[in-house]
């Protein structure tokens, strides 16, 4: 499995970003995709998780809820995620990462992307 996220950049406070995560090697409605992010300094934290075949099932990071949504199309093999009201502390590397559990626990998943950048200013 390959995967890479894009879609990051520098925005002020309050404005909207979308990431595109676009997986190759499997097929792609048999994984969940989950979001991290890693702020600078900091420990990398959950963000979203959907799971396989429809996306069905979506999970949010408190910090996170009623500003993101994530998505998945799986005819174009991408996961997205809508970031909306950003804020200085959503500022980080995001991750894109695919597995067979719907968790929100780094450890379950095996395939990473490279990270994109958001940086979300003052």
């Known amino acids: 499995v390959q995967l890479q996220a894009s879609g990051g950049g520098s925005v002020q406070d309050g404005g909207s970003l979308r990431l595109s995560c676009v997986f190759s090697g499997r097929t792609f409605s048999d994984y969940t995709v989950d979001w991290f992010r890693q702020p600078p300094g900091k420990e990398r934290e959950f963000v979203s998780s959907i799971s396989w075949n429809a996306g069905d099932h979506r999970y949010y990071a408190d910090s996170v809820k009623g500003r993101f949504t994530i998505s998945r199309d799986n005819a174009k093999n991408t996961a997205y995620l809508q970031m909306n009201s950003l804020k200085p502390e959503d500022t980080a590397v995001y991750y894109c990462?695919?597995?067979?559990?719907?968790?929100?626990?780094?450890?379950?998943?095996?395939?990473w992307g490279p990270g994109t950048q958001v940086t979300v200013s003052s």
């Open positions: 990462a695919a597995g067979k559990k719907f968790s929100s626990w780094a450890s379950d998943f095996d395939s």
